[in-house]
């Protein structure tokens, strides 16, 4: 079975739907599927639930598509960057399911693991944790939280090869294999894809079984969310 796709466009073609799931990796505007994110934006899929450590910024990453009013709900743990994501969450135009930043990672690992649910001590006692279900164990008090099993997933890496296998660089490996590992499909753009058996097998971060579709990605702009110099 040939996983390889030519662009994002076809690599999605047939996996999109209103009111479905979707998990975007990237950590702030590390390692964010640019290339897909774009191609959601001109396809012009409505109703989503995003499941995302952030929003991205304003005209840029997950951004595009709350510009455009296709995000429904986020179920995020950082919101700073977006003054249009707080904009819309104040007006109630947008849905928002805060998750502490360990929490979302657990959820996404949960889903992947094929776990429905896990108790933390993390957020109890907080208005995070109200409506949910608690219990005691061994004198502390837990939250129990759901594992998150999205539609799709759509995660970016620097290497892939023909087989969907994937490596990562530093910071874009947070979310990236979490959301791999938890979707029923995954699609992930590269930034350089290569034949399979050309990566060393002890370096693969996400194995090729998680990937559905893979496309090397083009014109990644990567953009630094908060530039700090020295003078």
Same mark, same amino acid.
């Given at each position: ?9 076809? !690599? ?6 209103? $009111?479905? &799931? #979707? =998990?975007? *990796? ?7 599927? %640019? ?81 429905? !649910? ?6 109890? $006692?907080? &208005? #995070? =944790?109200? *409506? ?7 004198? %502390? ?89 020295? $003078?």
């Amino acid at each position: 079975m040939d996983k390889t796709y030519k662009d994002a466009a076809t !690599a999605l073609a047939g996996c999109l739907k209103n $009111g479905m &799931l #979707l =998990a975007a *990796g990237g950590f702030g505007l590390c390692g964010i599927p %640019e290339n897909c994110i774009a191609a959601i934006a001109a396809g012009g899929v409505t109703d989503l639930t995003v499941i995302s450590n952030n929003a991205g910024v304003d005209g840029f990453g997950l951004g595009l598509l709350l510009a455009q009013g296709q995000i429904r709900k986020m179920i995020s743990s950082y919101v700073g960057e977006n003054k249009l994501f707080a904009e819309l969450y104040l007006s109630g135009k947008l849905e928002l399911e805060f998750n502490p930043q360990g929490t979302l990672a657990e959820r996404l690992r949960a889903g992947g693991a094929g776990i429905p !649910a896990f108790y933390t001590k993390t957020a109890y $006692g907080t &208005l #995070l =944790a109200e *409506g949910k279900e608690t219990k005691n164990f061994d004198g %502390e008090a837990y939250v129990m939280e759901r594992g998150l099993r999205p539609d799709v997933a759509i995660v970016k890496a620097w290497k892939g090869d023909h087989e969907g296998n994937l490596v990562y660089r530093k910071t874009a490996r947070n979310f990236n294999p979490l959301c791999a590992a938890a979707a029923h499909l995954t699609i992930a753009e590269v930034e350089e894809l290569v034949p399979t058996g050309s990566l060393d097998p002890d370096h693969i971060h996400t194995p090729g079984i998680f990937v559905k579709r893979i496309f090397q990605g083009v014109d990644y702009q990567k953009r630094i969310e908060q530039r700090t110099v020295r $003078g």
